[in-house]
T-cell receptor
Framework: NAGVTQTPKFQVLKTGQSMTLQCAQD?????MSWYRQDPGMGLRLIHY???????DQGEVPNGYNVSRSTTEDFPLRLLSAAPSQTSVYFC????????????FGPGTRLTVL | ELKVEQNPLFLSMQEGKNYTIYCNYS?????LYWYRQDPGKSLESLFV?????AVKQEGRLMASLDTKARLSTLHITAAVHDLSATYFC??????????FGKGTRLSVIA
């Protein structure tokens, strides 16, 4: 199993550009989520999904969109990038339900100029 | 709203010493997780604590859970440099996403 994979590993955007961060898992996990990590802020939940076709907002959803058309994939879209979205983004998944042990992807380091 | 507080947030300790990291949470829960994050890396699961009184040990790390006190501890025994990392606790309150503490950055120095 590859586990949770994320692409790209690094990305530099200009303000106003849009892009999609990819996340995939091959463990047949129902629950997937996106976090951002900033210095001194810990992990903050952006969006999550309890299964295909179902998504919900986390703590900091503004400026981000998600969709879950398959069990395996959970892309995160930045609609119009802003410098405040400079961060490290982690995707995570768990077998069933949001309260279970999360398995994290390697992360995407995003810089918005 | 569940609050999860870790302390200390920063810890510098000498090799060979013992220390404890604390994770307090504000509402009833009987499931708690500890994760480790090395600099520039992702989070790796360390311990899964699923009931009151649960104790797990791996190497120089031991985690415990007291659900009545709403407290988990991560005890470090005879610290070595390889344990330098950031440690997060995360609490489950049912059918909602885990709530993470802000993390404890541990630095073990010679």
């Amino acid at each position: 199993n590859a586990g949770v994979t994320q692409t790209p590993k690094f990305q530099v955007l200009k303000t106003g550009q849009s892009m999609t961060l990819q996340c995939a898992q091959d463990m047949n996990h129902e629950y997937m989520s996106w976090y951002r990590q900033d210095p001194g802020m810990g992990l903050r939940l952006i969006h999550y999904s309890v299964g295909a076709g179902i998504t919900d907002q986390g703590e900091v959803p503004n400026g981000y969109n998600v969709s879950r058309s398959t069990t395996e994939d959970f892309p995160l879209r930045l609609l119009s990038a802003a410098p405040s979205q400079t961060s490290v983004y982690f995707c995570a998944s768990s077998y069933v339900g949001p309260g279970n042990e999360q398995f994290f992807g390697p992360g995407t380091r995003l810089t918005v100029l | 709203e569940l609050k999860v507080e870790q302390n200390p947030l920063f810890l510098s300790m000498q090799e060979g010493k013992n220390y404890t990291i604390y994770c307090n949470y504000s509402t009833t829960s009987d499931r708690l997780y500890w994760y480790r994050q090395d600099p520039g890396k992702s989070l790796e699961s360390l311990f899964v604590l699923l009931s009151n009184g649960a104790v797990k040990q791996e190497g120089r790390l031991m985690a415990s859970l007291d659900t009545k006190a709403r407290l988990s501890t991560l005890h470090i025994t005879a610290a070595v440099h390889d344990l330098s990392a950031t440690y997060f606790c995360a609490v489950d309150v049912g059918n909602t996403p885990l709530v993470f503490g802000k993390g404890t950055r541990l630095s073990v120095i010679a």
